[in-house]
């Protein structure tokens, strides 16, 4: 099966072909590790994590290569470091650098793993390579493309005839609309940092522009080739780094002579109830704050998914709450079923066209909806492809609800009474009524009754004493429907 992946490059959907089939390699730009990873952090997480499942499936486990950064060269790394330091903890600046990003990484894989992703093939740290960034820096400036000044190098965008291209700007937009650093030491203010000064306070590396540390945009561009050579298949990350990060990497890698990589793709931003996540808004939060609040990861990961990667997500208690809601749903059909590792053609399908993540999680409403061994087979193989334990681990299986006919829930039961109880009373008031009225009011009963037979639900044979299990047709029935009308009544 072709996968077809919207490439940011050319601004359309292409069919991916790799390099080397039997070399698949992406490269994704990972954290700064400075403190715990916020909601925001997990969505490239998971997005490129569904992604690299998709790629083992197709072309093999052993075949595809993610690499995944940790930058641990930041000036918030630098504070926290500095004030241990300060506060007499033991060991060097650069120790006590390493000793607070070695926690951070340990508090992310913790938080990822919580979320089902896959631990990337490679996961460099940016002072590991700090060599390796030296040697690139100093062949652009042999080609001309950058220069050193007070302590600095620079890279000179200017010379770079395509920069821009990636994020569709001209160079003399980006200035008039980008915050951009003027200092005494760039020849344009479009110029950005490749090397640095650092003084006796902050943790530095020998070069020959003496001692100092790396700017943020050097490191990908020098691991990437270190880790997948000169070309590469997949650059990924969030659409925050189109520009400036990318624009540089590109322009760096480029005049460097090499060919970097050949498909871009970038994941649409995170919002809280409709809103930016916000510290001054009251909603930001970590994905350990909901961890530690009893949200399951694998709802965290569900939810992120329900959204295609490239458009806005908008995280929501409403949408939470629904997850779970399914989850407990489908445990009693899922659990233990270890005998089918066939995933869905259908689901694979729909993750092959732009990792369509919300057609792949309504063939799983399909494959529960069928109700046979085979589908349930399916749906698990489904979910552990997808990062979904179908366990439901966190559901006591006393507290899934599959008690009652198809398995309605406590919430499902409350959204057919409510409508019931609207219908019945319309049908009651025609009976009453004359004229236009009657056949008005007989118009919106009869319309409510063939909406919810849509969804799967018999008005006709439901009362608030009833079991369920008359009313409901298992094959049929749509919750998420029934909730719509249901709403629509509040």
């Known amino acids: 099966m072709t996968i077809q992946l919207h490439n940011t490059a050319t601004r359309r959907k292409e069919a991916f072909a790799p390099i080397d089939p039997d070399n698949v390699r992406m490269y994704v730009c990972g954290p700064t590790v400075y403190d715990r990873a916020h909601l925001g952090n997990a969505r490239p997480v998971l997005v490129f994590d569904v992604l690299f ?20 060269v930041d000036d918030k790394i630098n504070a926290t470091a500095l004030a241990r330091k300060e506060a007499g903890a033991p060991g060097t600046l650069e120790e006590l650098v390493a000793e607070r990003s070695d926690e951070t990484i340990e508090w992310y894989h913790a938080d990822m793993d919580a979320l089902g992703a896959l631990r990337p093939t490679k996961e460099p740290r940016a002072t590991q390579y700090i060599a390796q960034m030296v040697a690139m820096i100093e062949d652009l400036m042999g080609k001309g493309f ?22 569709g700007r001209s160079v ?5 609309g980008a915050r951009v650093e003027v200092a005494p030491y760039k020849e344009d203010p479009m110029d950005f940092v490749l090397w640095k000064p650092s003084d006796d306070d902050l943790p530095g590396w020998d070069s020959p522009w ?86 399951p990861g694998e709802v ?19 949408k939470r709450a629904e997850a779970d809601a399914h989850f407990r749903r489908w445990k009693p059909y899922l659990q233990g079923r270890e005998g089918s590792k066939v995933v869905d053609d259908r689901i694979v399908a729909a993750l ?18 069928e109700g046979s061994k085979d589908s349930y087979e399916k749906m698990a193989a489904s979910l552990r492809f997808m990062g979904i334990n179908p366990d439901f681990p966190w559901i006591d299986s006393d507290n899934a609800e599959p ?56 008005l006709s044979i439901w009362s608030q004493a009833t079991s369920g299990e008359e009313a409901v047709d298992d094959m049929r029935f749509d919750p998420e429907k029934v909730r719509e009308v249901y709403v629509g009544f509040k």
């Not at 950058?146 to 994020?167: N, T």
């Not at 965290?300 to 409403?318: A, G, N």
């Open 403 to 458: 008690n009652i006919g198809y398995g309605l829930t406590s919430e499902d039961r409350k959204h057919i009474s409510k409508v019931y109880e609207r219908w019945h009373n319309l049908v009651r008031q025609a009976k009453a009524a004359n004229g236009p009225e009657k056949q008005e009011l007989f118009a919106q009963s009869d319309s409510i009754r063939k909406v919810m037979n849509e969804a799967g639900v018999n």
């Open 53 to 72: 499942r998709l790629l083992r499936h197709v072309y093999g486990e052993g075949a595809v290569t993610y690499v995944r950064n940790f930058t641990d």
């Open 172 to 176: 003399d937009d980006m200035i008039a």
């Open 352 to 369: 092959s066209n732009d990792l369509n993540t919300p057609l792949a999680i309504s063939v799983l409403h399909q494959l529960y909806k």
């Open 210 to 295: 003496g001692r100092g540390r790396p700017g943020w945009h050097i490191e990908c561009s020098a691991m990437a080739y270190e880790l997948l050579g000169n070309t590469f298949d997949i650059h990924g990350g969030g659409n925050d780094l189109q520009f400036p990060h990318h624009e540089n990497e590109i322009a760096q890698s480029k005049c460097a002579g090499h060919g970097f990589a050949r498909y871009w793709l970038h994941n649409e931003m995170l919002q809280v109830e409709g809103k930016k996540m916000s510290k001054s808004l009251g909603n930001f939060f970590t994905v350990r704050d909901l961890l530690d609040q009893g949200v």
């Open 146 to 167: 950058a220069y050193a000044k007070d302590g600095h190098v620079l890279f000179r965008v200017r010379e770079y005839d395509k920069y821009g291209a990636l994020s």
């Open 300 to 318: 965290i990961r569900f939810v992120m998914l329900s959204t295609h990667y490239r458009k806005p997500m908008d995280w929501t208690e409403k």
